[in-house]
């Protein structure tokens, strides 16, 4: 097992002994581990696993494992184990983690950008039907998840996804987690700056490096060039949105320190524009202060968001440019307010070359390997092979001619895939939930969709853009505080004084430049039985009340 994490240069040379030490910042001369987690990661590299997966686990089976790489490491390639069938949400916080493991796993396949070709989406589905009882997620981090998947398959499904040039590496765990990118980056009509190269720059100095596989937790990343604010920049560690400086032209306005999950934060401005050749540097700048000056004493306080709420964003940037980049950043507008509210390009929608693209909604992101691999042979026969996921668990099929739009709408249609879906279907995400999550104390995924089904039957007229977000927890994977309605699962009693699945109540959260966090309902909690009468009720109050151009998110 390896020693001592490599101390980067930039915090050795300017370690400030007994500064922040309490908070186990690297660049305060922290190196002692102050919590399990740190421990695991400072014995060996979590992309080391994959070795022993490959050599140890995969031929010896799952009683093999060691705990430290089960619950830990293995997440560096991607793996989480997934939660034992039957066990109601009331033992989720008090059952020990290995009452609560599966011999089975969650894969996630990161998808960078969004960007598939059909024939890594054909590969997905086979994937999914042959190991993974046909299961697959499109994640609002625009990756796949499968369930079901056996130690003893993994090095098998790596062999597949990387002979089409996917994988699993840095999928989970506390590394540089999958890029999000605009999913219209190059195509469309009206797009500031295209971010596709700047995501494979970044990719390729940053996935995999054993220079930012130990940071403090996860780290999210997210670039658009899209006016629609496409990917959530609001909410992730760092953003690059395209604008146009007045003198310099396209570039990107840098976001820092955005995040859910317990205190919630928006990301802050920098303020400063950089243009698309310099992007991936200030990025892996932004990540090398996560990694130095990060906070690793309690995982609760270990994310960027916490830092940057502590500094500020002109203290941060003084930093950046003055250890990091070694020069000083131009200055840069902000972007400008989206003209729409949905931002998931679903329908049908010119291509700046004259072509289409077709957006597309399944329910809750659930898909299944025989659907995408439907998918993949629409997309081969109408389009040119390139497929991309949203970061709203929504699809796109690209590049088809005007001729060849209506044949592939009702192929969609047909595999109940809606291209003008109801306000509901497209508007409601849900997370894992208790179906296979650890952390879950109620159903969120079936729930989600059935929700869309009677809200469809009930309200045939909405037609008013309206988010309904539903996690399990209180963590926050499916954004519910960024939601219209936002529903955190938890447990309550009934009329009858039973104990029944429901959820915690929270109005009027937003994405968008009028982002913010919606407010909890004080004491309102809906029982999961009640929640179709609850929206009902909300929705059609908000219809007959309304004033004119009023959204319901305001
Ligand atoms: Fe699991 Fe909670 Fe995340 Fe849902 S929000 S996937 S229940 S951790």
Redesign the pocket.
Known sequence: MAATPERPAAATTRRKAGRHRGEGQWAAGHFTPLNGNEQFKKDDDGLNVRTRIETIYARRGFDSIDPNDLRGRMRWWGLYTQRRPGIDGGKTAVLEPEELDDEFFMLRVRIDGGRLTTDQLRVIGEISQEFARGTADITDRQNVQFHWIRIEDVPEIWRRLEGVGLSTTEACGDTPRAILGSPVAGIAEDEIIDGTPVIEEIHRRIVGNPAFSNLPRKFKTAVSGSPLLDVAHEINDISLVGVVHPELGPGFDVWVGGGLSTNPKLGVRLGAWVSAEEAAEVHEGVLSIFRDYGYRRLRTRARLKFLVADWGPEKFRQVLEDEYLGRTLRDGPAPAEPAQRWRDHVGVHRQKDGRFYVGFAPRVGRVDGATLTKIAELAAVHGSGRVRTTAEQKMLVLDLTEDRVDPLVAGLEALDLRVTPSPFRRGTMA????EF?K???VE?KGRGASLIDELERRLPDFDEPVTINL???P????RIQVADIGLK?QLMLDESGEQVEGYQVHLGGALGLQAGFGRKVRGLKVTAAELPDYIERLLTAFTEQRTEGERFAQ
């Open positions: 997370c894992t939930g208790i999550c952390l879950a104390i969120t996690n399990g927890c963590n926050a994977c499916a699962g």
